[in-house]
C-alpha cells in the first residue's frame, strides 16, 4: 500500500470548503472524485486541515492511501486534467507509511488580505476584504505583539467548534510564533499568522478583533484582556472567509 503526498492550490470561492458534505461542492470532494476516476476504486483523502467555504489555498497537502502502480507525475497530469480549474494539483510525492497530512504537520502560515483603498476594484473583492478605516494602525501593532507566543486562544475559538469537555492534550492552547501586520501597497496590508496549530476560525476571529483595534473601537488593553478571558463572547466579529489564504504547512 503506498503512501502518496499531494500539495493543492484552489480558489475556495465556489465550493463549500475542504471537507467533503454530502450535498455541496468541496475541494476535497473533487479530488476524491477524481482520483476515482484515475485509479478506479473509492479513495479517502486525508486534508491537513479544514477550511472554511470561500477560503483560498496556495499549498494545502494532502495524502491517500492506493495500491495503484501509478507514478506520481502522471498522478498530477491526470487529477488536473480532470479538476476544475479552481484547483490545481501542484506536487506530488510518495511518503513514508506513517506520514500523515494532519498529525504529520509541525506549523502553518496563513495571509489575511485587507484593501484600505475608498473603492475597491471587481477583480479584488474575491481575495481581500474592504475596509476603508483603519486609522490605529499602532494599536494592531501593539495588539500583535501581546499575541505572540503560546496562550490559550478559546476567546478566538468559533462557539461550539468542539467538546469542551473531551480529553485534549493541549486545548485551545497554541503557539504564535509570527503575528504580523505589513503594507504591501499603499492601500493594501496583509495580517500574517504562523502558529504550531490554529482553532476553527482562529485567524478570523483574529482578524475581526484586531480590525476593531485599529478602527479604534478596542483598546490594546481591551485586546489583552479578551486574549485572557478564554471566552468567545468577549472578542469581535469573524472577519469575511474571502481574504484569508492558506499560505504553507511546515513538515
Not at 476553527?200 to 484582556?225: I, W
Request: hydrophobic residues 35%; aromatic residues 8%; proline residues 4%.
Amino acid at each position: 500500500m503506498r503512501n502518496i503526498r499531494l500539495t493543492i492550490a484552489y480558489d475556495g470561492t465556489d465550493y463549500s470548503g475542504w471537507q467533503k458534505q454530502k450535498n455541496a461542492i468541496t475541494i476535497q470532494g473533487e479530488i476524491e472524485r477524481c482520483l476515482q476516476i484515475i485509479i478506479n476504486n473509492p479513495v479517502s483523502l486525508y486534508g491537513a486541515g479544514r477550511t472554511d467555504a470561500g477560503v483560498h489555498a496556495k499549498e494545502m497537502v494532502a495524502n491517500f492511501h492506493t495500491e495503484a502502480a501509478i507514478s506520481c507525475p502522471t498522478f498530477i497530469r491526470g487529477l488536473n486534467g480532470l479538476l476544475p480549474r479552481s484547483i490545481r494539483i501542484l506536487d506530488s510525492c510518495e511518503e513514508d507509511h506513517d506520514f500523515h497530512s494532519r498529525f504529520s504537520a509541525k506549523a502553518k502560515t496563513y495571509t489575511y488580505s485587507l484593501f484600505t483603498g475608498p473603492i475597491q476594484l471587481p477583480t479584488q473583492r474575491l481575495y481581500s476584504v474592504h475596509t476603508p478605516d483603519i486609522s490605529h494602525q499602532e494599536r494592531i501593532e501593539l495588539c500583535l505583539e501581546k499575541m505572540r507566543g503560546t496562550h490559550d486562544f478559546a476567546s478566538f475559538e468559533a462557539s461550539g467548534s468542539r467538546d469542551l469537555k473531551a480529553p485534549s492534550r493541549r486545548g485551545s492552547v497554541r503557539t504564535l510564533s509570527q503575528a504580523t501586520f505589513t503594507k504591501v501597497s499603499p492601500e493594501t496590508y496583509h495580517f500574517q499568522f504562523t502558529a504550531d496549530g490554529f482553532l476553527r476560525h482562529m485567524v478570523r476571529n483574529l482578524v475581526g478583533t484586531l480590525l476593531e483595534a485599529g478602527k479604534g473601537r478596542r483598546t490594546v488593553l481591551e485586546f489583552e484582556e479578551t486574549l485572557q478571558a478564554r471566552n468567545r463572547s468577549t472578542a469581535g466579529p469573524t472577519a469575511p472567509a474571502h481574504g484569508l489564504v492558506l499560505e504553507k504547512i511546515f513538515y
